[in-house]
C-alpha cells in the first residue's frame, strides 16, 4: 500500500543532543512537508521541499533542518538549538506543493526530553 | 490576516446528534478549505474540502457550508457516532498565491457519547 511512513513512533532526546525523524513516502509525490503539533496551536509548519534537492523553511523552522536528497525520503533534525522540542512531528506530502491535492501525512513521532 | 479561527475548542454530542464546528477566516486570496479528521496517535487525514465558489458539499454525513461574504465555513456532521470521536481540523490554502501555505486552525476535539 502506498503511503508515508514515520520513524521511530516514539523518540527522547538528552540535553544537547541532535536527533533525527525518519520521513517515507512510496506515493511518488514531489512535495513534502513537516509540521510541529501542540497542544491547542494546531499544526504550524517547519519545513517543506517542492523538488529533490530545494527545501524552504516554513514558520517555526529555528532549530530544525533538513535535506532531500531522495524524492521519497525528508529526514528531520532537530538540533540542540530548539529549546523546546517536545511536540508531535508530523511529515505530509502532496503530488505538488501547496496544491489542491490533498496532503497526506505519516502517523508521526512523538519526540520527548530526557 | 493568515489565521483561521476555530471553535469551539472541544464538544461533546450525543449518538445520533449533529455536530458543527466553525472556521472563520481573514484572507479574503484564500481559495482551497479542507476539513482534516485525526485520531489519538494517527497523522490527520483529509476529510472533505471546498472551494468558495459553491455554498454547500455534502458527502455521507459530513456536510461543509460555505459563506463568502462572512469568511466562515463550517463542518456538519449528521448522525454523530461514537466512531466520529476525533480531533477536527479546518484550514485554509492560498492556492497560486506568493505565500502558498495551508494554514490551519486550532483543532476541535468532539467526543460523541453513547
Known amino acids: 500500500d502506498g503511503g508515508i511512513t514515520q520513524s521511530p513512533k516514539y523518540l527522547f532526546r538528552k540535553e544537547g543532543q541532535n536527533v533525527t525523524l525518519s520521513c517515507e513516502q512510496n506515493l511518488n509525490h514531489d512535495a513534502m512537508y513537516w509540521y510541529r503539533q501542540d497542544p491547542g496551536q494546531g499544526l504550524r509548519l517547519i519545513y517543506y521541499?517542492?523538488?529533490?534537492?530545494?527545501?524552504q523553511k516554513g514558520d517555526i523552522a529555528e532549530g530544525y533542518s533538513v535535506s532531500r536528497e531522495k524524492k521519497e525520503s525528508f529526514p528531520l533534525t532537530v538540533t540542540s538549538a530548539q529549546k523546546n522540542p517536545t511536540a508531535f512531528y508530523l511529515c505530509?506530502?502532496?503530488?505538488?506543493?501547496?496544491?489542491?491535492?490533498?496532503?497526506?501525512f505519516g502517523d508521526g513521532t512523538r519526540l520527548s526530553i530526557l | 490576516q493568515q489565521q483561521v479561527k476555530q471553535s469551539p475548542q472541544s464538544l461533546i454530542v450525543q449518538k445520533g446528534g449533529i455536530s458543527i464546528i466553525n472556521c472563520a477566516y481573514e484572507n479574503t486570496a484564500f481559495d482551497y478549505f479542507p476539513w482534516y479528521q485525526q485520531f489519538p496517535g494517527k497523522g490527520p487525514a483529509l476529510l472533505i474540502a471546498i472551494r468558495p465558489d459553491v455554498s454547500e458539499k455534502k458527502e455521507g454525513r459530513f456536510t461543509i457550508s460555505f459563506n463568502k461574504s462572512a469568511k466562515q465555513f463550517s463542518l456538519h456532521i449528521m448522525d454523530s457516532q461514537p466512531g466520529d470521536s476525533a480531533t477536527y481540523f479546518c484550514?485554509?490554502?492560498?492556492?497560486?498565491?506568493?505565500?502558498?501555505?495551508?494554514?490551519f486552525g486550532t483543532g476541535t476535539l468532539l467526543a460523541v457519547q453513547p
Open positions: 505530509a506530502s502532496t503530488d505538488r506543493a501547496f496544491s489542491n491535492q490533498p496532503q497526506h
Open positions: 484550514a485554509a490554502l492560498d492556492y497560486g498565491g506568493a505565500t502558498n501555505k495551508l494554514i
Open positions: 521541499s517542492q523538488i529533490v534537492n530545494d527545501f
